[in-house]
């Protein structure tokens, strides 16, 4: 018995130091927000000081430094996206080097206003996959298909999906430009977009192309005509001739169904060839865009909240900072 209370006694000690230990950490800390109270009542004035000069300061700040985003929606034709997302480079290469002359040489007004610019595509998946763009051919599409879920094999699909080679061959991009003051169509994006059409190559390849979709065109409607007198023919060869019970047993023919068929994909087809026309104007096509959307990201707009809580976390910080010099430097001169 006597040794068992021998034993207890030890950890009955343990226990008390330890209950004893964590009753003073936490009186240190009520003592310390109790020390922290007085010292904000003692220099009261200049807190409010501190905060009254950050909601000024940060006011002004608010008012002089705005930035606003601006979105242009577009549609890069005839697999020019590299070349797309390369010019895009240049230029905000030329933004960072503040470059004005170059900028100012492509028709941009006021590009000290600028202060970023980049593209990112518009991530469709489904459309990349199931029609992509509008003159891709079924085989194309089976490809795009394979492409994507071989890779997905290999790795995560999210990272495939948002890589740079599969996201540039999106139908959509979007090229987004910060700007620090109001933009117009007529100052800085028509520019940009003259900018991103001028290349003798894609010219030339638009021109081509836009030839060849209108002689489809004309020849689509001509076999069209022909189509349609072949039928009215028939039609009126039935009409004088054959009995209705008959006229159902000619609709049956295969050739005449097949003549029916080309007529309905030859008209779906030039349905098709006319977008193309209106889609294909432009070597980059500019579908959209939203100009001088106010940027509240980050700080921006707020700094007339930043500020006061700034100068009172400084003015604080070096309070302390005072403390501790002392406090050392009374150890050193003892």
């Given amino acids: ?4 209370n021998q034993n207890s006694q030890p950890e009955e000690i343990e226990l008390g130091v330890l209950f004893q230990k964590i009753n003073n950490f936490f009186g240190n800390i009520a003592f310390s927000i109790f020390k922290g109270i007085l010292y904000i009542r003692r220099n009261i004035i200049i807190f409010l000081g501190l905060i009254i000069a950050g909601i000024v300061l940060g006011y002004f700040l608010d008012i002089e430094n705005k930035y606003y985003n601006s979105e242009i929606i577009v549609s890069p034709n005839f697999e020019s996206s590299d070349y797309l997302y390369s010019k895009i480079d240049l230029i905000s290469s030329k933004i ?6 170059f900028l100012k040489s492509i028709g941009i007004k006021n590009p000290e206003a600028i202060s970023s610019i980049k593209i990112e595509p518009v991530i469709d998946i489904y459309n990349f996959v199931n029609s992509s763009k509008a003159n891709l051919t079924n085989a194309q599409t089976t490809q795009n298909f394979e492409l994507v879920k ?14 740079n080679t599969t996201s540039k061959n999106y139908l959509f991009h979007t090229i987004k430009i910060v700007t620090s003051r ?14 991103l059409n001028k290349s003798d190559y894609f010219e030339n390849i638009q021109k081509t192309y836009l030839s060849n979709v209108t002689v489809k065109l004309q020849k689509n409607q001509e076999v069209i005509g ?25 609709n049956e023919n295969i ?8 007529k309905t994909y030859l008209t779906e087809d030039i349905a098709n060839l ?15 865009d939203v100009l001088n959307i106010k940027n509240t990201k980050g700080t921006n707009g707020k700094m007339k909240l930043v500020l006061p809580f700034l100068f009172v976390v400084i003015f604080i910080f070096l309070a302390l900072f005072r403390v501790f010099y002392k406090k050392q430097a009374a150890k050193l001169n003892k």
Avoid at 185 to 193: A, H, M, V
Avoid at 274 to 288: E, G, M, P, W
């Fill in 96 to 101: 960072n080097e503040r470059d004005y002359r």
């Fill in 255 to 262: 050739q005449l169904n097949e003549i029916i068929k080309n």
């Fill in 226 to 250: 022909q189509i349609d007198a072949i039928l009215n023919e028939f039609s009126n060869k039935s009409n004088s001739d054959l009995k209705n019970d008959k006229l159902i047993y000619y």
């Fill in 182 to 195: 109001f933009v117009s169509k007529e100052n800085t994006i028509t520019p940009l977009l003259n900018f």
């Fill in 1 to 4: 018995m006597s040794s068992e």
């Fill in 274 to 288: 006319k977008i193309q026309l209106i889609n294909f104007k432009k070597t980059i096509n500019d579908v959209s």
């Fill in 150 to 163: 071989l890779l997905s094999e290999s790795g995560d699909i999210n990272k495939v999906i948002k890589d």
